[in-house]
């Protein structure tokens, strides 16, 4: 079982404390290594240790933790999916949650600048986007020659960086009719709020609405709701407050959905991820927050549970080309198999390649002047993968991840077109819908 994280003890920010942590942990991975190739904090911490006078961590000074922390950009897959010493074992160690704790107190020290912050408020970035869509898309689409050098110099945003687009009318806005459920449906009865999470709401409603499709064509009532972000591009920064407040938020505003028997799919794997572990983790003892964990899943396995469980409608149709499936990291880190391709496989005779390692995108990590190339370093073996495969469609449930995947594969082949989606629109697509 994980260990909570303990963010309002007096300790957690005590810089001796912290860095005796800091030098305990890493002193064990430089004797394991086996988190290597994950990547870029591992290489960096493993450098910096073996250009070391001695070899070894004791000549490494403090102030050179920084680079390997900075290329952390919490995907949790050391913990969930490489390391043998996580808790129980006397080793305790959870790496993911000791890089947020050194960025808590670099936050906490005022060292996270304004343009940094205002980056990872994704609710007033969508409340402005959406009202001047066609002209903030015009600035930041891909290669704007006039905009994108200025958004570099004064928000950061490295210059070849894709970045998520607006709608002007949002997922909620959309969806405030009923869908006529299908009553003759296996799953006829079930109800579930869609949490429309900041990107599905503002930068691409199609996923929330391919979703809802799917859902009434199996009988299944759905009510998109969205009380704000799931806050973690706050988490990012270290600001684990201000996740604290949003998740207390949320949790409360779909608390008496939850009451009614409704449970909650989120659209985007790092949301479902944040609502079932990392605020339970943060508030563990709000009610709220612990019902919501619980009762949520991510759209891909609440999809997979309903046709192993009630089953689906019939009449799937067969794709006529070739599907390459991206996992993301944090449908990884959710411990829940690989949904995304158990959804894709029920469409018949489909042509399916899975692709299961990190994309490199990191959220708004990889957008960052300083961060995009490495992101495309991180990147590179799957999008080398994905080109192979030589299919058009790209899906990952992560819609960052996919862009981040196109972006890589341009840069390997700029003849290859490729087209991303959310794998619910490919499912609905086969459905006819
Ligand atoms: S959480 Fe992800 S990015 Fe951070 S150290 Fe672990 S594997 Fe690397
Ligand atoms: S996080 Fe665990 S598995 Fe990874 S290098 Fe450190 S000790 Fe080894
Ligand atoms: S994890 Fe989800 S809700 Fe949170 S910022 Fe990302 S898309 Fe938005």
Redesign the pocket.
């Known amino acids: 079982m994980r260990h909570t994280i303990d963010w309002t003890h007096p300790d957690y920010l005590d810089a001796d404390k912290l860095d005796e942590e800091m030098r305990r942990v890493f002193d064990i991975c430089h004797g394991c290594r086996r ?1 290597f190739n ?2 870029d ?2 290489p960096r911490l493993f450098d910096l240790i073996d250009a070391a006078p001695t070899g070894e961590l004791d000549s490494v000074a403090s102030a050179d933790f920084a680079p390997p922390v900075e290329a ?8 969930m999916s490489k390391c043998p010493y996580t808790p129980p074992h006397e080793f305790n160690i959870d ?2 949650h000791l ?1 947020l704790r050194y960025r808590a107190m670099e936050f906490a020290a005022g060292k996270v600048p304004f343009s940094t912050q205002i980056l990872a408020n994704t609710d007033l970035a969508g409340t402005v986007g959406k009202t001047v869509a066609p002209l903030a898309n015009w600035a930041t689409k891909e290669g704007n020659k006039i905009t994108r050098p200025l958004l570099e110099k004064t928000l950061g945003i490295h210059r070849e960086a894709a970045v998520p687009q607006f709608h002007a009318k949002t997922l909620v806005r959309q969806t405030r009719e009923p869908l006529s459920l299908n009553k003759a449906a296996p799953a006829y009865g079930r109800k579930v709020v869609i949490y429309a999470t900041c990107y599905g709401n503002y930068n691409n409603p199609n996923i929330g609405l391919a979703t809802r499709k799917v859902l009434a064509h199996n009988g299944v009532e759905t009510q998109v709701i969205y009380p704000g972000c799931c806050a973690m591009p706050l988490l990012e920064q270290g600001n684990i407050a201000g996740v604290a407040e949003a998740a207390k938020r949320v949790a409360g505003e779909l608390r008496p959905w939850i009451d009614q028997g409704y449970e909650v799919i989120a659209l985007v794997p790092s949301c479902a991820l944040m609502l079932k572990s990392e605020w339970p983790l943060i508030l563990p003892n709000d009610e709220n927050v612990n019902l919501l964990g619980h009762s949520t899943k991510d759209i891909t396995e609440y999809m997979v549970s309903l046709a192993k469980g009630p089953g689906l409608v019939e009449g799937i149709k067969p794709l006529t080309e070739g599907v390459t499936v991206h996992i993301a990291c944090h449908a990884r880190a959710q411990n829940m198999g690989q949904k995304a391709a158990e959804l894709l496989r029920l469409i018949p005779d489909i042509d399916l390649q899975v692709i299961e390692r990190c994309s490199g995108h990191g959220g708004a990590w990889g957008l960052k002047v300083e961060n995009f190339d490495i992101a495309l370093k991180v990147g590179k073996p799957v999008a080398q993968q994905a080109l192979k495969n030589q299919n058009r469609l790209v899906l990952s449930e992560c819609p960052l991840a996919a862009t981040h995947i196109r972006q890589g594969m341009e840069k390997l082949d700029s003849n290859f077109v490729s087209e991303n989606a959310h794998p619910i629109e490919i499912f609905a697509h086969a459905y006819g819908l």
């Open positions: 988190c994950l990547c904090t591992f952390c950009t919490l995907c949790d897959l050391c913990y790496f993911p890089m």
